[in-house]
């Protein structure tokens, strides 16, 4: 179990130190912004969302190693799905990190499950799912930003 652990732990510096699908989206039509008071993590989260499929996604701003490589990984699982199946990978990811209980979630997150160990890190979960509140509220096209507080 322990060289799984740093084999994840590896695979999230990686995400953190080269992020995908970081910087401007051009043509993006959805967009929304987060931020987690708690450690000063910021991102802005843009959507090309075609037809309801989302064709692309991209984010920009500075956080910590957590938050940034969710918003890699989160961006990657994103592509080609369809909003409302973007919405069931957030309610998926948000019970790997932060559910109650040990079942495991109703969706197959596939590399999203590397971040499951910030479940025995409760200050960390709000790092972890800020790209994804952020996905929420740019699908629903909420104008405010939004806070894990």
């Known amino acids: 179990m322990s060289d799984l652990r740093d084999l994840y ?10 992020p995908h699908n970081f910087g401007p989206l051009a043509g993006a039509n959805r967009r929304a912004e987060g931020f987690n008071p708690l450690c000063g993590d910021r991102l802005t989260l843009a959507l090309k969302v075609v037809d309801g499929v989302i ?3 991209r984010f920009e ?9 969710s918003a890699s990984l989160m961006t990657d699982a994103l592509k080609g ?4 199946q973007a919405l069931t990978l957030f309610a ?7 559910g109650g209980g040990d079942s495991p ?3 197959a997150l596939g590399k999203l499950e590397v971040l499951a160990g910030v479940r025995e890190f409760p200050v960390r979960v709000k790092c972890a799912t800020l790209a994804w509140h952020t996905l929420r509220a ?3 096209e ?4 939004v806070s894990t507080e």
Do not use: M, N, W
């Open 9 to 18: 732990q590896e695979l999230i510096v990686d995400h953190y130190r080269h």
């Open 81 to 84: 799905k369809t909003e409302a």
């Open 61 to 69: 701003g500075s956080g910590c190693a957590i938050s940034t490589a």
């Open 55 to 57: 064709e692309d996604a």
């Open 142 to 145: 909420a104008s405010r930003p």
């Open 92 to 98: 998926g990811f948000h019970a790997l990190v932060a």
């Open 105 to 107: 979630p109703a969706v």
């Open 138 to 140: 740019a699908l629903h």
